[in-house]
């Protein structure tokens, strides 16, 4: 590719973006070309910038690919890639789910802007795994439950609201028994094909948990095989 060669690498991306049998390898030739260590600094900043403002496109195209990317490209900018991807909900969502994937394994750097803010805690900690459970009831409600166990960086009260927002009966069933609603609790229907939440109304304590392997957690590896 001539843009290539003479190091025009937005005009690269634009050229792979507009050809639709190129079109799926775009996220990774980006990754590709950021790695050239030769590349110049201006270089650098406009394909990032190029890439940022074609990640609905490049999603589409290539949704692990776009994933990577961001996970690799835009590590250092998280907030503001956040506040792009609310144009696009579920590649917001796989995004975050990268991220936490990431952190469990520690492969952020310490001095990494994200992992930095994932340490400290607080309300901004909160406000990330509370959109976080947003995201997932739109988009893998059957996961809620397992990680709303799984975590307790967030504010109850807020998740109960989204739980019952989407519908997520086990989840809202496990967070009114957590606030002491033992009686709203009970209430909530079970979800189809499971066994009642709770065993019975003399034994508030026995909310029983789904049985959910690790597969079940919905990281873009698994849900994009």
Not at 143 to 165: K, P
Request: proline fraction near 6%; charge should be negative; charged fraction near 20%.
């Amino acid at each position: 590719m001539l843009y290539r060669r003479t190091g025009q690498l937005a005009h690269a991306l634009e050229c792979c973006l507009a050809d639709e049998a190129a079109r799926g390898g775009a996220a990774e030739f980006i990754v590709d070309a950021l790695q050239d260590a030769s590349l110049e600094p201006a270089a650098k900043a406009e394909l990032l910038a190029a890439a940022m403002n074609s990640l609905p496109t490049l999603f589409e195209a290539n949704k692990l690919g776009t994933v990577r990317l961001l996970l690799t490209a835009f590590a250092d900018q998280h907030e503001r890639l956040m506040a792009e991807l609310d144009a696009t909900p579920e590649l917001q969502f796989l995004y975050l789910q990268g991220v936490l994937h990431q952190t469990q394994k520690n492969e952020l750097h310490p001095s990494n802007t994200l992992s930095k803010q994932l340490a400290q805690p607080g309300l901004v900690r909160e406000k990330m795994h509370e959109h976080y459970v947003g995201l997932l009831c739109r988009f893998a409600p059957h996961a809620v439950f397992e990680y709303l166990q799984a975590y307790d960086t967030y504010r109850v009260d807020i998740c109960l609201e989204l739980c019952e927002q989407h519908g997520v009966r086990d989840a809202t069933a496990y967070l009114k028994e957590r606030t002491g609603d033992l009686g709203g609790a009970l209430q909530v229907p079970s979800p189809p094909h499971q066994p009642p939440l709770l065993a019975t109304a003399g034994e508030p304590s026995a909310l029983r948990i789904p049985t959910h392997s690790s597969s079940s957690t919905p990281w873009i590896a698994r849900s994009s095989a």
